[in-house]
């Protein structure tokens, strides 16, 4: 099996063994910290990084309160999910380049990591967003530097400057920056050599070129490939030139990019666009939703929290417990309905319960069931703490009051109370398994 296949599946099961276990212990915590960290182990952060980042999920999980309303499995996934975004910051980049001035990017990165395809890639790009861009080649290492730029961009009216003749690469930036800004450039992007000698005259040239020409950003392309290596490359490139923001490149293969978690910590630069295959057109803007999903090998978190408290209402022993003891109260079962409600429409979470043989519900009944839930929610305030622990007690007179004070039909009260001795008498009979219990639940007859 490919390993990087089994980083997802790790994750997976970490957080599935977590979600079924029964309470939520130390235990169960430091399990699921380590499945985390074998998981992220796999995909090339750095261990320094893993044990940091285990710590803070560590105390979070046991100093901050559960807020109401979730659980403190919700809200330890949620901690997961919040650390390793904040690795990498919140929000998708924006691009806030100024069109009125002159903006230059230096582009620096070892051989091979796509510089030259991600500077004739930007260049598009921003072309598109109406920005003026020209691009400089000051990579007078690679043979045919220039004429892979030039062909890269070829008809697609973007100046490319490039001295072929010329050693020196400051003299090409430099006079490159000159030319293309009296072209009315807003946007220079050059690219730079990836190799040189060695590796302390390639960061020479980068120190130097820096000094001259005095970029407004420097990026760090990175292949996502890498693993392990990334957080030192970006360290040495760092430090020659202070990177300002990273570009991670075929993101399109099989890499997970963890290694890009390492640079971002190297650098405290942030990922702008990621490289998503060979062409022109393949390159985005960084999600780090999107990102963390695929480092976890979970393609979309929104998904995940959605399945976590999913997952929830299945395992929840403790509250099926109450179920078939009989303590199932009208407060209970009114709370389920919320509870379910709160994860969006009903239908939606309905068809992703793994329920076999469910009956086509027609949307009517959905929307039946959500306008009841109002209905029913404001029943229950009506009622005393009396009546809402032993309904029985609730005869004709009192369904009146209950009936006047919260504005519904003495027949919503009936009904009301006749859902909730069906839905407890159909508890009582359930002794195994839990999912048989919303299908019959929907399955009942509904309002009339
Ligand atoms: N699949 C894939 N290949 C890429 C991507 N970016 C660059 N490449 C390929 O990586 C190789 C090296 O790219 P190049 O731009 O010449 O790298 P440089 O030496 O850093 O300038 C080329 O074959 C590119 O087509 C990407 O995002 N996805
Ligand atoms: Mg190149």
Redesign the pocket.
């Known amino acids: 099996m490919n390993p990087i296949t089994s980083l997802g599946e790790l994750i997976k099961q970490a957080i599935s063994k977590f979600m079924s276990a029964t309470g939520v212990d130390k235990n169960v915590v430091e399990e699921l910290i380590r499945g985390i960290q074998r998981a992220l182990l796999v995909s090339d952060v750095n261990v320094e990084l893993v044990m940091k980042l285990s710590e803070k999920i560590r105390n979070r999980t046991l100093t901050e309160k559960v807020p109401p309303g979730i659980s403190k499995k919700d809200q330890i996934i949620k901690i997961v999910y919040e650390e390793l975004i904040s690795l990498i910051g919140e929000k998708p980049y924006k691009i806030t380049i100024d069109k009125s001035k002159q903006y230059v990017i230096m582009v620096v990165?070892?051989?091979?990591?796509?510089?030259?395809?991600?500077v004739a890639k930007l260049a598009n790009y921003l072309k598109k967003l109406g920005y003026s861009v020209g691009v400089v080649c000051a990579d007078t290492f690679?043979t045919g530097a220039y004429e892979?730029l030039r062909q890269l961009l070829d008809g697609k009216d973007i100046p490319v400057y490039g001295l072929p003749e010329e050693r020196d690469a400051i003299t090409i930036a430099t006079k490159g920056v000159e030319c293309l800004s009296k072209q009315k450039c807003n946007v220079i992007i050059i690219?730079t050599a990836?190799r040189h000698k060695d590796q302390q005259s390639l960061m020479q040239e980068m120190k130097m070129l820096e000094e001259n020409i005095k970029p407004n950003e420097i990026m760090l392309?990175l292949d996502g490939t890498i693993g392990q290596q990334a957080g030192a490359h970006a360290e040495a490139f760092h430090k020659a030139t202070p990177i300002g923001s990273i570009i991670i490149?075929?993101?399109?293969?099989s890499a997970k990019g963890g290694g890009a978690l390492s640079a971002v910590a190297a650098t405290g630069a942030q990922i702008k666009f990621i490289?998503?295959?060979?062409k022109l057109e393949?390159i985005e803007v960084f999600n780090p939703q999107g990102f963390i999903g695929r480092l976890l090998g979970i393609g979309d978190i929104k998904g995940l929290l959605e399945r976590v408290k999913i997952a929830e209402l299945e395992f929840n022993k403790e509250r099926l417990k109450s179920f078939t003891s009989g303590k199932f109260t009208l407060e209970d079962f009114i709370k389920q309905f919320k509870e379910m409600k709160k994860l969006g429409p009903l239908k939606k979470i309905i068809s992703k319960l793994p329920l076999p043989g469910l009956p086509n519900i027609p949307d009517e009944e959905f929307e039946k069931v959500e306008t009841q839930i109002e209905k029913w929610s404001a029943i229950l305030l009506s009622m005393t703490p009396e009546e809402r622990k032993n309904p029985h007690i609730i005869d004709s007179s009192r369904i009146r009051r209950i009936a006047r004070g919260s504005g519904v039909t003495e027949k919503d009260v009936k009904h009301l109370l006749q859902q909730y001795n069906l839905l407890k008498r159909m508890i009582k009979s359930i002794k195994r398994s839990p999912l048989k219990l919303p299908k019959r639940m929907f399955s009942a007859e509904l309002g009339e």
Request: charged share 30%.
């Open positions: 990165g070892i051989q091979g990591h796509g510089k030259t395809t991600t690679r892979q690219d990836g392309v490149t075929k993101m399109d293969t490289g998503t295959g060979e393949d």
